[in-house]
Structure formats: structure tokens, C-alpha cells
């Protein structure tokens, strides 16, 4: 199982923010607000930094990300000489993780158009592309063998505003369908797809569409859970 707890992301102005996830809107309105510069911990070391621009989603104080992070970094998942696509990158921290394990190749790919600033760390080769495009419709078919997605975690119903910070937390449910599609055309025979999944309690038959969907593209004898997170108030 993944150790979660081996990646911390601080903020590197430690500036006291007005809300903590409990007010989880307004919490990544906040933090979203500006350019945040943060810091990569691996058990406790400091690896990397990563620039948070303005409206994308902040990693800082969630859950996903740094389990991400850590299953690459501990090498659960093996990045190592793979092509790389990082779908959803927002600030790009787990396909940077996957630079620090030596990936032939990756491909960081956002909606929001804030993302380009990515190209500027210091970690990226000049094999590896940032990319503005909706899920990985530009990507060629066959052509990564591991792609990674953090879905936004709350579910609605309307559509939002590509530029607005809302895409990095909500999802229309559309956005998992059509990508477990779009993934399952992009990997090369024998490719992983590494994603988190936020499901709630009271949502369980969409949870059945989404497991009938990932089984008309992937092999589900070959599903792991690497890790998982309980809330107390009811959300699975
Ligand atoms: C929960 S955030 C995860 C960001 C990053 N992977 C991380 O772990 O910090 C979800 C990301 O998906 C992106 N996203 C939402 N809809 C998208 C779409 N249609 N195509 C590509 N990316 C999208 C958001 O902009 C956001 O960066």
C-alpha cells in the first residue's frame, strides 16, 4: 500500500490562509488566488520545487497528490524508462516525480491555459512537452505506456470555465468517462493507467459505470488498489 504520509508539499511563503479544507471551495479559491511557490518533501527531505501559477490546483494540504507521489517515488509504480503522460498535471508534480525516476519521456496535458509556466523547471528535459488541450486528444494512439489522472473530486452537474480554479476540483462526470476512453487509446498495449477516484457512498451506481467503462479498454483482472482514504462523515 502506498505510503502517503512519505510526501509533504509546503508553501514556501509560509502565509497563513483564511480557510483549511473543511470550507473546501473557498479554501482552494484562496489558494488559487495567486502564484504560490511550493517544496517537494520525500520523507522529509526536500527534492523539488514546484510553481503553483495562479487558478491552477494548488496540491498543497490535499490527499491525491502526495499519495501519487509517493507510490512513484517508492518506486510502487515504476516510472522508470517508461513514456509518460500526465493527464490533468495542473502544477505537474507527479510527472516531475516520475523525471526524478528517469521516464524516457513526459508529457504534462491541462485544460487550464495557466499551466506553461511547467516549462520552465529546472527538472524538465527537452524531450518532455506541456500541453493545454482537453484531456489527451492531440496524443497519438499506442503512444505512452504509463498515464496518470487525479480526478477533480466533487461531482455537478454544469459545465465550468476552463481558465477558472473550479476545474481542478470539480468534475462533471462526463470528464471520467471520456477519459478512461481517451487513455485506454493513448496506452500502448500493455500500458498502465494510474488514476484516483473519489467516489461517494450514495453514488454507488456510478461507481458501476465507471468500472463497466474502464472494462470495455483495460484488463480488470489486472486492477490494484494501491491506497485509499475513509472519511468519517459518510464520503467513500
Ligand atoms: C485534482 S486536480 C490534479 C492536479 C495535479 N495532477 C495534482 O495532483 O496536483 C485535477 C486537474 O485536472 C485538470 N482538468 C480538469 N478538466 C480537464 C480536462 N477536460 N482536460 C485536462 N485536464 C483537466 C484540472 O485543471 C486540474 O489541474
Request: charged share 25%.
Amino acid at each position: 500500500m502506498i505510503r502517503q504520509e512519505d510526501v509533504r508539499i509546503i508553501l514556501k511563503e509560509g502565509e497563513a490562509l483564511k480557510y483549511d479544507r473543511k470550507d473546501y471551495l473557498k479554501f482552494h479559491e484562496e489558494l488559487s488566488s495567486k502564484d504560490r511557490e511550493t517544496t517537494i518533501l520525500f520523507q522529509e527531505e526536500p527534492i523539488f520545487d514546484a510553481l503553483v501559477p495562479q487558478g491552477v490546483f494548488n496540491p498543497y494540504g490535499g490527499i491525491a497528490a502526495q499519495a501519487f507521489m509517493s507510490g512513484i517515488l517508492n518506486e510502487i509504480v515504476n516510472a522508470k524508462g517508461k513514456r509518460v503522460l500526465d493527464l490533468g498535471c495542473g502544477c505537474g508534480v507527479i510527472g516531475l516525480c516520475c523525471l526524478f525516476k528517469e521516464s524516457a519521456k513526459v508529457v504534462f496535458s491541462d485544460l487550464h491555459p495557466n499551466i506553461m509556466p511547467l516549462k520552465n523547471n529546472p527538472l524538465i528535459r527537452e524531450q518532455d512537452e506541456v500541453k493545454v488541450q482537453d484531456l489527451c486528444v492531440e496524443e497519438k494512439d499506442n503512444s505512452y505506456d504509463l498515464a496518470f489522472m487525479s480526478f477533480p473530486s466533487r461531482s455537478i452537474d454544469r459545465l465550468m470555465e476552463a481558465d477558472s480554479y473550479e476545474i481542478g476540483i470539480l468534475r462533471n462526470d462526463d470528464l471520467v468517462f471520456r477519459a478512461i476512453e481517451q487513455v485506454g487509446r493513448v496506452l500502448a498495449p500493455g500500458g498502465e493507467f494510474v488514476f484516483f477516484y473519489r467516489i461517494f457512498n450514495n453514488s454507488f451506481p456510478l461507481y458501476l459505470e465507471v468500472m463497466s467503462k474502464l472494462a470495455a479498454h483495460f484488463d480488470l483482472t489486472t486492477l490494484k488498489l494501491l491506497w485509499y482514504a475513509g472519511e468519517n462523515d459518510g464520503h467513500g
